[in-house]
């Protein structure tokens, strides 16, 4: 059984075996080279050669293509499924009791410090979220037409929270559409509240939700203009500035995924790092986890993609995560640093990158396209003794 995002080439090596690469191509009638850039992802088989190889390799042909289903075939009952069905409304009758603002902000917050730091915070996740879901969307369409404005604020306020969180969890599970959904309903919600503050981190959201679409110009327009409403908002300082500055960081991404490099370097210095002077890292407002370490991730970040290795790995070299509150933001800066080792063909130091991710955060691992494709990226190019290793990885996170 292989990953249905496994490419053709690592499938026909991983049903080929321990067999001699230049036994199977003598066999189907290529070179031994030739095999070898299919399985590289080199070179794509014609359909006789593929025909054959499957009937080499002894499985159907079907097995060596590379397909993804379609969403509509995924298992309806699973948990992650029940966190989309509950956001679409399948909530408790009209006629129960809803959970009142103060029980509904303690699980919204245990829920936002699971999916920050625990190890497993997708399966976590997928088993809190659809619960609290519900109750969250029949508390608030309660408290809409209750006659109590405090408790009304309170549920719109834990109910913009929530959302801002299923923003992230459903980005993550490859559910933009629901992403996209949820970081409106966390819009709605904020404005209802009448809340300045979850109305930043509404925008924020939604302008990762457009980063997670493709959209890096609408995501940075968006976010400037979401940082210059934010900076005159009657909140607390530090609040304001962690928000304009984790704003100031979406427009950075965005310029970065337009390529456009030195804008990026100059919005992160000139905006994102001096409002970091000021937040400490453990603030974590409106769990956007601002602060100078962000920051330093952020300039890693932009190096990494624009292909200076070097200068990114030495960016590394002074960036200490142990004091941030997202698991997240640690497991991306140890991707970036496999990724960075992966670009300069250091395929041990990748791997071993890679390791430790699998060590603090497995379920992302798992998950992570960028993750996947380094895996299958040192076991087409290392060693054979790393190769065999990564191998294994591959088959711990699901790809074989």
Request: hydrophobic content about 45%; proline content about 5%.
């Amino acid at each position: 059984m292989v990953a249905a995002d496994l490419p053709i080439g690592d499938r026909i090596r991983h049903y080929r075996g321990g067999r001699r690469q230049d036994a199977v191509a003598g066999l189907v009638g290529i070179s031994p080279d030739y095999l070898s850039q299919i399985e590289r992802g080199l070179k794509v088989p014609s359909l006789q050669i593929l025909f054959a190889l499957a009937q080499e390799l002894g499985v159907p042909t079907a097995a060596l293509l590379s397909e993804t289903p379609p969403a509509e075939e995924e298992t309806a009952d699973t948990a992650e499924a029940g966190v989309g069905r509950a956001l679409l409304g399948y909530g408790p009758p009209r006629s129960t009791e809803p959970v009142t603002a103060a029980e509904l902000r303690d699980r919204v917050e245990a829920a936002w410090r699971s999916w920050q730091t625990d190890a497993e915070r997708f399966t976590r996740a997928a088993e809190t979220l659809p619960r609290l879901v519900a109750d969250v969307e029949h508390a608030a369409r309660a408290a809409r037409v209750g006659s109590d404005p405090v408790e009304r604020r309170a549920v719109l306020r834990a109910a913009a929270d929530l959302y801002c969180l299923l923003r992230s969890y459903l980005r993550r599970t490859g559910r933009v559409d629901l992403a996209t959904l949820a970081a409106d309903r966390a819009m709605r919600a904020a404005e209802d509240a009448d809340d300045p503050l979850r109305i930043a981190a509404a925008q924020w959201n939604l302008g990762h939700v457009l980063l997670a679409a493709g959209q890096p110009g609408e995501a940075e327009e968006l976010a400037l203009r979401a940082a210059e409403q934010v900076a005159g908002a009657r909140i607390p300082e530090v609040d304001r500035t962690a928000m304009a500055g984790a704003l100031q960081l979406v427009a950075v991404v965005g310029s970065a995924r337009r390529r456009r490099w030195w804008e990026a370097r100059d919005r992160l210095r000139d905006h994102a790092a001096t409002a970091a002077r000021v937040v400490p890292d453990d603030s974590n407002v409106g769990w956007t986890v601002f602060g100078p370490t962000n920051v330093a991730l952020h300039a890693l970040s932009i190096e990494m993609e624009a292909g200076e290795t070097g200068e990114a790995l030495h960016t590394a070299d002074a960036i200490d995560t142990s004091g941030l509150p997202s698991l997240e933001r640690e497991f991306t800066f140890g991707l970036e640093i496999a990724a960075c080792h992966s670009q300069r063909r250091d395929d041990a130091a990748a791997l071993l990158a890679l390791l430790g991710l699998e060590s603090i955060a497995p379920e992302d691992l798992a998950r992570t396209p960028l993750a996947r494709q380094l895996v299958l990226t040192v076991i087409r190019r290392a060693r054979a003794m790393h190769a065999r290793q990564a191998e294994q990885l591959a088959v711990r996170i699901g790809l074989v």
